[in-house]
């Protein structure tokens, strides 16, 4: 018998059946959906609604049923239509009628609004020690290479000197709003929507805070129209993922670009790196390139479920079942995206004799030959100037700018005098801007 069967006979066509069935995906959720059945039946219990022996039957079913899943004594019934019904027919079977008394003062509406927050707050959570354990691998990594020194890039193009330490620690802060955001998706979906019914509340004389306390929820929903359509907090953790995604993408392709003999900035050991088929002296980063095109399947969950939500009147469709799926592999890409870059990032030798030549060689010191020139008095706009036609000079040389001999400066500017080659000096370009 469904859940359903009230005006139906409940006897659908198979094909509708199979397209209906959700269990294959929120049987996911299934520790959730006792948790909460936990709760509500507390709930229940406390303000009369269950007499005290029907609620304790049905708690200890439930707690039964979890430890049964989890010593694998139970297997979730895969022909069953979700989750929700699963528990419930396995439940009654256990305790018998009792059991039928679970779902007072429920719909499935609230109940799996319920199980998802629970389950996107516990995901969320894991996420954030993936990313704490990011964060100090790469705090490791840059009080190792404070004063590595390496080439800056502003369209791909060598720009000035700066230490590998700013640039991981511009990594660093990318992840750092990562924590921050997902901490404001959590509060905001830190509401419980327990209590809300199908769409307009319940005539049982129910105390939602009860539940909500004992889900660990901040609160419960303020109005239960909303409690049961609202997936903001599905729609916010996938934006919130996609925009991880897309600084561990950005992450990946400087991995790959200082991976390749054209950088020669980094190399990858043999565990994290793979070879080719036909071409026996090929190292590929597919570790990055994987993570690199992933991005593309989390952002494509986010524009889907906007897709699928932008059209829905309030309150509950069916619609929403879409959106678990999506959830579900955006944050299983997300996890397993940080489960394997954090130990390449513990792993990957960097090169600093080749970073340092590679600052040396691109000029990056112009615009600091030209703070030179303004400190002894010169305009900026006159000092630019005299730079660029400086590194054209040493270009056509097959010179740097360090190693021109002072003659060669002075024909540009009478300002010029030897210590100039300290003021050029690289470590001296980085120091003079606090980065050593």
């Given at each position: 018998m469904k859940l359903w069967s009230g005006r139906t006979s409940g006897e659908i066509n198979p094909a509708l059946e199979a397209f209906n069935r959700s269990i294959g995906f929120d049987g996911r959720m299934v520790k959730e959906d006792i948790q909460g059945s936990l709760a509500h039946a507390a709930m229940l219990g406390q303000c009369g609604i269950l007499s005290p022996e029907d609620a304790e039957a049905v708690k200890g079913g439930l707690h039964g049923i979890l430890a049964d899943l989890e010593s694998g004594a139970l297997a979730i019934d895969r022909t069953a239509e979700d989750v929700h019904t699963f528990i419930e027919a396995e439940l009654t079977r256990r305790?018998?009628?009792?059991?039928?008394?679970?779902?007072?003062?429920?719909?499935?509406?609230d109940q799996v609004a319920c199980d998802l927050r629970l389950y996107a707050k516990s995901a969320?959570?894991?996420?954030?020690?993936?990313?704490?354990?990011?964060?100090?691998t790469l705090d490791r990594r840059i009080s190792e290479h404070?004063?590595?020194?390496?080439?800056?890039?502003?369209?791909?193009?060598?720009?000035?000197?700066?230490?590998?330490?700013?640039?991981?620690?511009?990594?660093?802060?990318?992840?750092?709003?990562?924590?921050?955001?997902?901490g404001g998706a959590v509060d905001?979906?830190?509401?419980?929507?327990?209590?809300?019914?199908?769409?307009?509340?319940?005539?049982?004389?129910?105390?939602?805070?009860?539940?909500?306390?004992?889900?660990?929820?901040?609160?419960?929903?303020?109005?239960?129209?909303?409690?049961?359509?609202?997936?903001?907090?599905?729609?916010?953790?996938?934006?919130?993922?996609?925009?991880?995604?897309?600084?561990?993408?950005?992450?990946?392709?400087?991995?790959v670009l200082w991976c390749s003999s054209e950088f020669g900035f980094a190399s990858l050991p043999d565990g994290f790196a793979t070879g080719s088929s036909i071409m026996p002296q090929k190292k590929n980063p597919d570790l990055c390139e994987l993570i690199r095109g992933k991005s593309g399947r989390v952002f494509g969950h986010l524009v889907g479920t906007l897709t699928m939500m932008k059209g829905l009147p309030?309150?509950?469709?069916?619609?929403?079942?879409?959106?678990?799926?999506?959830?579900?592999?955006?944050?299983?890409?997300?996890?397993?995206?940080?489960?394997?870059?954090?130990?390449?990032?513990?792993?990957?030798?960097?090169?600093?004799?080749?970073?340092?030549?590679?600052?040396a060689e691109g000029f990056l010191n112009a615009t600091d030959c030209a703070d030179y020139l303004v400190g002894k008095g010169l305009p900026f706009r006159e000092a630019y100037r005299i730079a660029g036609a400086l590194v054209k000079e040493c270009a056509g040389r097959g010179e740097t700018l360090e190693t021109l001999p002072i003659g060669e400066f002075q024909k540009h500017s009478v300002l010029f005098d030897t210590d100039v080659y300290d003021s050029l000096n690289l470590e001296t370009c980085v120091k003079r801007r606090g980065l050593l």
């Open positions: 305790i018998g009628e009792a059991g039928k008394r679970l779902h007072t003062g429920r719909s499935r509406n969320l959570d894991a996420l954030q020690k993936r990313l704490g354990a990011l964060r100090d404070k004063a590595t020194v390496m080439p800056g890039y502003t369209h791909l193009q060598r720009a000035q000197p700066v230490t590998l330490a700013l640039h991981l620690g511009a990594w660093r802060e990318m992840l750092s709003r990562d924590v921050s955001r997902i905001r979906m830190d509401e419980c929507p327990l209590g809300a019914g199908a769409l307009a509340g319940v005539t049982y004389p129910i105390d939602r805070s009860i539940t909500a306390r004992a889900l660990g929820f901040a609160r419960p929903c303020g109005n239960p129209m909303d409690a049961v359509s609202d997936r903001d907090f599905v729609l916010e953790t996938l934006s919130v993922l996609s925009v991880l995604m897309v600084h561990l993408s950005r992450m990946s392709e400087e991995v309030l309150a509950y469709n069916k619609d929403m079942q879409e959106d678990k799926e999506a959830l579900f592999d955006a944050l299983d890409t997300v996890s397993a995206c940080l489960e394997a870059f954090t130990p390449m990032m513990a792993a990957i030798t960097f090169r600093p004799e080749r970073m340092r030549a590679a600052a």
